[in-house]
């Protein structure tokens, strides 16, 4: 039973482009969610994040936006960066307590 | 200075053998997670500590035992080690209040 999905597995963008990664939830109890990105051999870094209140969140070249009615998040990354190449996970909270994970987004940006 | 470090990195060993990975925060926080990534790259939430007391248990066969000695550490120990716990494990941490948990490195667990 996956409450948080991410139905691309895998995503290419030229650099300097926009990437959209998206991520869709069925657990309408969720309040918080969360992006990390993955390096291999390396734990999810935190990259931003959006309360259920907002639709929408920004920090420099990042910005999900929130869709509660369709219970979807999108990511945005503009301009998209080689450096940006990862995977992408996003998670759902209820109660800023464990993290639900979607099975991620690998990006790659070329050059 | 690393925030959350897990030990070791690698482990490979038999199955029926017990092992234990610990883990380390220096941030002052007051909760932390065991996650398991199994081969299809979910994350999935296996115990959670909130001052030294277990407050989130999943479905986790009991050959799995989690201690958490102090705040700043929540060890795991595994039992009859089977070949499906194969999968890397993540500790995390998380200050009540705060945006977001940290993550470790992983340990990655090879049950040959």
């Known amino acids: 039973d996956q409450q948080v999905k991410q139905n691309s597995p895998s995503l290419s963008v030229q650099e300097g482009r926009i990437s959209i990664l998206n991520c869709d939830y069925t657990?309408?109890?969720?309040?918080?969610f969360l992006w990390y990105k993955k390096y291999p051999a390396e734990g999810p870094t935190f990259l931003i994040s959006i309360s259920s209140i907002k639709d929408k969140n920004e920090d420099g070249r990042f910005t999900v936006f929130l869709n509660k009615s369709a219970k979807h998040l999108s990511l945005h990354i503009v301009p998209s960066q080689p450096g940006d190449s990862a995977v992408y996970f996003c998670?759902?909270?209820?109660?800023?307590?464990?993290?639900?994970f979607g099975s991620g987004t690998r990006l790659q940006v070329q050059p | 200075d690393t925030a959350v470090s897990q030990t070791p990195k690698y482990l490979v060993t038999q199955m029926g053998n017990d092992k234990s990975i610990k883990c380390e925060q220096n941030l002052g926080h007051d909760t932390m997670y065991w996650y398991k990534q199994d081969s299809k790259k979910f994350l999935k939430i296996m115990f959670s500590y909130n001052n030294k007391e277990l407050i989130i248990n999943e479905t986790v066969p009991n050959r799995f035992s989690p201690k958490s000695p102090d705040k700043a550490h929540l060890n795991l120990h595994i039992n009859s080690l089977e070949l499906g716990d194969s999968a890397v494990y993540f500790c995390a941490s998380f200050e009540t209040g705060e945006e977001t948990q940290y993550f470790g490195p992983g340990t990655r667990l090879l049950v040959l």
């Open positions: 657990n309408s109890m969720f309040d918080y």
């Open positions: 998670a759902a909270t209820t109660g800023r307590r464990a993290l639900t």
